[in-house]
């Protein structure tokens, strides 16, 4: 089911309800007059004359008391069944004496008097009838939208305590405002399902609070709550237990389980901040309106106390807590929803409007279908689009990125860049300019296309060049909003482009490694094979000379065999040959690495320089101690890199004089580092210490 199938089934059942209540409600019997309770007394009045006192009301089947309790608006308060079924029995009654049009009664003086019955119009309804409905109508949509838009157990569970409540909201909206009379079986009905409905939301919120943010574990809670709440259904429509009110205390038990729900949640999120932060906006918005109800409505019915506010008003509570939720999906992207759902609620909103605004304006005898229509458009128009986007700029949206003028200022850049390393840099910098995130750092694998993780506190970007250079962004915009699939397209746009620009550079740089390559083989081919000649025809005296000068020129080829690598590309390729030297020698090789390495490039000059210092420690410590091991240790701390390679076996204090240890030094100065060479605990320790920014092409 895609996402307008989903839209469409949660239209249909909102208008499916809706259409329903109203039918209900305008089929309702309308008195000539109105009905009010003083003190122990049913009150009748006439409009213009004297309030008479009623004594009973006058029936075929007998004489009807004239109570208070007929004018009750919610019945599901009544103590007993005894006294529910009597109320439900007196209203059946008096609504088969009202299908005559009229309806006698005897007023304490005992005077006859006859209550004239019409048909109910529009204009009958009540204010507090449509102000359910509108509740009714928040509630369901929120709950709806939010469900068609991620459809999940966690979102299923949400629209489904919007839709129990939204029925229980509805079928009150038709006893609660009714003029005096409806049918006892109706009500009857109407009551039970308000109740059923009451309690079936206390199960759906207790288990949306077992399975999110997170699921608590394997115990059965979702099972057991929703088994405790048919339990209850059962025990209000076959009136089990001692009355009507009971249904607030199961409401209010499986309210408790939701509490204990949240608390665990809270316990779990104790070391994730954002989560927390999530969780405290989610539960202050579902306990305030929950919370509400249940203190004015819930406990005060459960003790058998006055209600202090009325059902239909504090209906309201729970539109706050579902649209303080829609703020949290905004804010924090509850349910991993992307804002875009604010789209899809504004244009459901602009639709209600134009609908509601025509519909008052046709009201008006002196407009016509078609003025009223186009002063509706106008309105909305005018009015509500101009509110939606002050409410999206003031409340929803995050500082802009200018990504434009980002974008125009970086094409000099390109023109600029020489080398990869050099475009690596470029594309760091522009994430950072463009995303503004709290830490940028390199994955450990290559990832076929960006992701977003950690319900978008963390975008993990794949690699736009061919090596293993995925990196993992956190928390754009400082820390102010979160990833969401706007970004990844943003990063798709910039790859795109770096790839041109990478293809460009690795022209460039194909030119010059085969203009490197020529060089290569030219001193090859002619300066090595004139120094092999020399070496034959020397004296011997001079051949230790021009055997360095041989040594050294194969250093120089191969310094221009290494490419331009990161460090953990380098360090891995020393792992490997390392690895094989060592178990050549039958001697255990310790590696270890520690710290974050950067994405930069090392020159081929830093990495011929550090490759020959550790291969020569490696080299000697093979070659002179006859070790059991060697360790290589890496971290990078504070922006300096360090290097310690060590062995046991045979160690002596001469062993940093020599012409190798000469060499090895004269390299690290090259560097602008530092060698150290020392004896720890009967082992052989050489630590090389160098700046990343002396390395760093």
Known sequence: MNLQLRLGLVLSVLVLLLSSAFYLSINLPETSGYFYADEDSLIYQEQGQDAIAI????SSAGDIEAEPLLLIPEPDIIET?????RLMY????????????????MSAEGESNTVLIRDRHIADLPWDFWFQLLVATGVCLIGGVVWAAQPSKATGLYALTGLCL??????????STRSFLIDGQLFRY????????????????????WYYPQRLGRFPAVSLSFAAGIAGVITVFFQIGSGASDSYIYTLLIYMAAIVFAATQWFYTRHKPLERAALLWFLLAIFLGTGLFAGFQLIPAAL??????????LFAVFLLMYAGIALGLLRYRLFDIDRWWFEIWSWLLGGIAVILVDLALVSIPALGETAALSLALAAVGWIYFPLRQWFWTRFVSVPTRDLQNILHSSIPMFVDIRDVGELRLLWIRLLEDIFSPLSISPL????????????GQVLAVSGVFNENHSIEMAMPEKGRRLFNRGDIAIIELLQA???VAISAVEAREEGRFAERDRIRRDIHDDLGARLLTLLHRSADSERPLVREAIKDLRALLEALDIPPRSLSQMLSAWKLEFEERCQSADVELRWQQCGEYPLSLLTPESQHQLQRIVREAVSNALRHASPTYVAIAVDLKGGRLSISIKNDGSVTEGGSAGRGMSIMRQRITDLQGELNIKIEDGCWVIDVLVDMSEIIA
């Open 497 to 499: 482009q770096f790839k």
């Open 304 to 313: 058998g106390m006055e209600l202090l506010i009325p059902q239909s008003v």
């Open 444 to 455: 450990d694998k290559m990832l076929d296309h960006s992701e977003i993780r950690d319900g």
């Open 90 to 105: 007196a209203h059946s009654l008096l609504g088969k004496e009202a299908k005559s049009g009229v309806l006698q009664f």
């Open 166 to 175: 939204t029925i229980a909201i509805v079928t009150a909206s038709v006893y």
């Open 190 to 209: 109407l009551s039970n399902i308000n109740s059923s409905n009451a309690i079936l939301f206390s199960s759906a919120l207790a288990s949306l609070l």
């Open 55 to 58: 004594s009973h009301f006058i």
């Open 81 to 85: 069944f005894t006294d529910f079924n």
